[in-house]
Nanobody
Framework: QVQLQESGPGLVKPSQTLSLTCTVS??????????WTWIRQPPGKGLEWIGY???????YYSPFLKSRTSISRDTSKNQFTLQLSSVTPADTAVYYC??????????????WGQGTQVTVSS
């Protein structure tokens, strides 16, 4: 059974960098065709895709957040990390780490972390 668990500070000050780590168990982040994704949900709004890091270490980001986003990984710990710089209160959200699976031209999200609340406030 694959499990994902987010960790990181729940409160970040404006202009600082938000940093969250997702620890994966029950499967390797280097397994082919898995894309390790960050998604967030601001209060009262829908889900927003942030970006992912692939099984081979390539990254792809939302064009709306690309200038402030970095996703990296530590294969020795089976973890991947989100860094979002220059945060504002608009970045307040529940942040989820999610596994995206590709099979041919089809893909879907099959495992989600429980989510972690991050509030940006002074």
């Amino acid at each position: 059974q694959v499990q994902l668990q987010e960790s990181g500070p729940g409160l970040v000050k404006p202009s600082q960098t938000l940093s969250l780590t997702c620890t994966v168990s029950g499967g390797s982040i280097t397994t082919k065709d898995y894309y390790w994704t960050w998604i967030r949900q601001p209060p009262g709004k829908g889900l927003e895709w942030i970006g992912y890091i692939t099984y081979s270490g390539s990254t792809y980001y939302s064009p709306f957040l690309k200038s402030r986003t970095s996703i990296s990984r530590d294969t020795s710990k089976n973890q991947f990390t989100l860094q979002l710089s220059s945060v504002t209160p608009a970045d307040t959200a529940v942040y989820y780490c999610v596994r995206r699976l590709r099979r041919g031209t089809n893909w879907w999200y099959d495992y989600w972390g429980q989510g972690t609340q991050v509030t940006v406030s002074s």
